[in-house]
Structures are given as C-alpha cells and as structure tokens.
C-alpha cells in the first residue's frame, strides 16, 4: 500500500502538469507538449500498481462504462465508487468480480450502470486492501461526438533497453495529449490491434499508464501482435463479448458498443472462424437496427496493398471479410498491421464502386470505406511501395499520424494529423442522410458456407499451435487445457 502511495503520488504530479498543459486549450490549438521524456522517466515505474493498470473502456451505450484493472491476489473483494461529487459523496458502489492472472494477480472486472447524460463522474476503483485516486469521465450531451482512432500502438518490451516500455508509453500519452489538446471534448479512443508487441502484461501496464485513459474511453482490438502472449485479456473488460464463439482466440473475441447514433464491432481477425463473426454481427446489427452508422474495427488492413509479401494471406481476408461488409452494411472499416496511411474507394466486395481520389467528401455511399492509418511507435519508413488498386487517398511519413473522428447523425469526418508536424494533413467527410433502417440486409454468396467451414478448421489449427507456443514459453502459469480446450480457444 506504502507503494501504491509512492506510486500515486507520481502519477498525480504527472496528471497535475497535463492538467496544466490542457486549460486554455482550444479546438485547432496546436499540440502543447506536456510532461517531457526526463520527467517522465522520474516518475516511471512499471509495477502492477492499482493506478497504472486501470482501464476506462466503453459500456454497451452511452449509460455505462466497463472497467478492468489489477491487483495482488491477497486483496479481497473488489468494486468501484462512482458519484457526481469530486470527493465522491453519496457514492453509488458497484461490485467487482475477478480472474487470477498468470502471475496469480488478481485481474478486477466492473461495470458501472445508470450514467446520465451531460453529466461528469468521479470513480475510484478498490479492494479490501487498495484503493485508486479519484478520476472522472464525462458522458455525452447528444449523439454528437470526437473520437481518436489510432492502430499499431506497438508498447514494446526490449531486452536490450529497460527503458524501452517507458519510452513508447510516452510516445502513445503524449499523442493523446496532442489530441485532447485539438478537442478536450474527445470522449473514446479507437485502437485497431497491435496495443502491443509481445503481448506482454509489463506492455499493457505501460499502455495503461497514460493518463488519459483514465478518462477517455479505451476500445482495442486484437492484433496479431496482442496474440504473442496472453496479458491482453487480462486488462481490457468490454461490453457484449462474444461468448458464444465455438471457436476463438484465447485473449478475447468479438464485442460491440454503441456511441451516439454509431454502432461499433470491434472484430477478431486473427480468428478465420468466419461463422463466428457472421452470427456475432447479426446479432449486433439486430439489436441496434436503426443506429445509423456501422463502424467496424478490425486488424488486418484489407485493400493498402503496400507490403507485397502479404497479398496473398490479404486476397484470402477479403475474401472472407468483404461479404460481411456488403451483408451488413458496414459504413466505415478502421484496420491497421501494414503500419501504412490508406483510405480505400467505396468498396462493393473487393472492387471498387464509386472512386473517391481527389475527392474530400462523398454522399450516400453504397458500399463501405475502408482505412487504415501509421503506427504509433513503428512508423514505416519513407519508402514508396505500389499501392493497391483500391486506394484513393495515401500518405507517407515517417512521423506519428493520429486521427480524429468527429460523428454526428448525418456526417462522419476524419481528420488525420501528425504530432510533431501538427498539421492537418487528410480530411475526409462521408455525408449519410439515408436512415440505416432503410438498408436492408444482404445475402452472403454461395460459396460463403465453404469460407465458413475451411476458416473454422484453419483456426482450430492455429489454437493448437498458439497453445504450444504459449506453454513452451512459460505464459499461461498454472492454467492447464483440455485437448477440446485448446483447439477452441478456451
Ligand atoms: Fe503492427
């Protein structure tokens, strides 16, 4: 607890000059900077502290919000404190439940329920044993909101350099600051896979240091790179997780929300078991029919074309992937892992509907855009591989891009930047006045049933291999699995 005390009492001067560098901001203020790297690394410390592994995540709407955080196994039980009141009177207590960790730590897991609208809450999540500072979030006043939407964060362990964690937490606390800093109302982060590099729960913990995430809500995806190792479940607790999957990874599946008028799938792509995904969006979609737009977040960039040697594992993911978009109406699709800048044309299937290059906006699309953005702590370098035939817009650089996604009911705006440039250097609107209920649901082609099966065994396959590799390198602890348990997933 004297840790925890130290520790907190870090954090908070860490949070006090963010604070400082946020008042007097504005929209379209340029980016301010805020702790510098020295003092940052003063005030570093990579231990599983109550604070540092908190997590704000998205609830199922706007009334909720999801919570994860960690503890020691000796802690007791846990629960949250949430009030309107800064010093946290007349509390509301929601209890928490929990997962031992590999490490046999105590993972918590909570939800807050019964969030007014235009309303800012303080929360401090605890156990029998510790306790959080007080933090807050606020909940939206219409259906209008900003989002950030960032991929490839890559939080990377290296041997090499202690420091390493340290140093690239930074880098992702800093770009959200230059983000809250254009618009301090942004309320969520979107996160399109590789949070980290090996997966690993000292890379997680770093994520979870920044500050902001103590506010905004937090809503990953599983990359490819998350699957290295098995920490990621253990820090993100999110709303609708598809439990019904015969067929999954072992850190997570499918889950969605909805934001303002969005709904968002955030989807597995890792897992090739398409009939999971196929009845997980249907059910998404059927329990939100009239939300107008449908935001789809997944991993694997489909139409960039950049990398050559991934065309052939990217020709079979559309192939998988673009019936889906068709049948169900995807608007947007927010990807990452070639680390790569591209929004793609409308896509009807894996061609090309309606071309958008050299155009900023479009109206009434019939058919789903799809984009992709740079890496946090892994920028490409300034070669110009060929691009896919698909793409309308590209840009290359080598610095760090963040984009802010502005919703309201009939338009949606993505606004691309760099941190060290901190100029606007993409914008693109998508205007949609034709209600989403007057869509209807499509049909999946023929040989969709074949894409089903083959893509169920192939993941069964992966599992086993997955399995292995987890238990060679010593990363599941005591957990054990069936024969059953592994080839599924869990
Ligand atoms: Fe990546």
Redesign the pocket.
């Known amino acids: 607890m004297k840790k925890t005390m130290q520790i907190s009492a870090s954090v908070l001067l860490v949070l006090s000059l963010l604070l400082a560098s946020l008042i007097g901001t504005s929209v379209n203020a340029e980016p301010i900077p805020t702790v510098s790297l020295d003092e940052w690394y003063e005030q570093w410390d990579n231990d599983a502290d109550l604070d540092a592994g908190i997590v704000l995540a998205p609830g199922s709407d706007e009334t909720e919000r999801y919570l994860r955080w960690y503890a020691p196994a000796d802690s007791g039980e846990g629960y949250v404190l949430l009030s309107t009141d800064a010093d946290l009177l007349n509390f509301e207590r929601f209890e928490a439940t929990f997962t031992v960790t590999p490490e046999n730590d105590r993972s918590y897991a909570a939800v807050v329920t019964g969030l007014a609208a235009d309303t800012t809450y303080y929360y401090s999540c605890r156990t029998q044993t510790e306790q959080s500072k007080t933090y807050s979030f606020k909940t939206l006043a219409s259906s209008d909101f900003s989002a950030i939407y960032v ?2 964060i ?1 939080v990377s362990e290296d041997e090499a350099d202690e420091l390493n964690i340290a140093k690239q937490s930074y880098t992702y606390s800093t770009m959200l600051d230059a983000a809250l800093s254009r618009n301090a109302d942004i309320s969520i982060a979107l996160s399109a ?2 949070q980290a ?1 090996e997966g690993l729960r000292e890379e997680y913990l770093g994520l979870a240091s920044a500050p902001a995430m103590k506010s905004l809500s937090f809503a990953g995806t599983i ?3 998350d699957k290295k190792g098995v920490a990621y479940k253990d820090f993100f607790n999110y709303p609708n997780e598809d439990t019904q999957a015969a067929v999954q990874s072992y850190i997570g599946g499918d889950y969605w929300f909805v934001k303002g008028n969005a709904l968002f799938l955030s989807m597995d792509s890792n897992n090739s078991s398409m009939q999971e995904h196929d009845r997980f969006i249907e059910e998404a979609v059927s329990a939100n029919p009239d939300v107008q737009w449908r935001v789809l977040m997944f ?1 694997h960039e489909l139409f960039g074309g950049r990398i050559e040697s991934r065309e052939q594992e990217n020709e079979l993911l559309r192939i998988c992937w673009t019936p889906l978009m068709d049948k169900y109406n995807v608007d947007l699709v927010l990807s ?4 790569y800048y591209s929004i793609s044309n409308v896509m009807s299937g894996k061609t090309t509907q309606q071309s958008l290059v050299g155009q900023s906006s479009v109206s009434n699309p019939e058919g789903t855009i799809y984009m992709a953005s740079g ?1 946090i702590n ?1 920028p490409r370098s300034a070669e110009d591989p060929p691009l896919g035939e698909n793409v309308a817009f590209a840009y290359l650089t080598q610095e760090i891009i963040y984009n802010i996604i502005d919703f309201t009911d009939t338009t949606l705006t993505i606004n691309s930047y760099t941190v060290e440039s901190g100029e606007c250097f993409n914008t693109f609107t998508i205007e949609k006045t034709i209600p989403q209920s007057e869509r209807e649901i499509g049909k999946l082609p023929f040989y969709y049933s074949f894409v089903k099966l083959l893509g169920r065994i192939a993941m069964m396959g992966n599992n086993i291999g997955r399995y292995y590799d987890y238990r060679t390198a010593g990363l599941l602890g005591n957990r054990k699995f069936s024969l059953s348990e592994a080839l599924m997933g869990k």
Do not use: E, I, K, M
Not at 336 to 339: D, T
């Open positions: 991929n490839d890559h896979g590789d590099s990359g490819n790179h991993h990452g892992h070639s680390h890496s892994r």
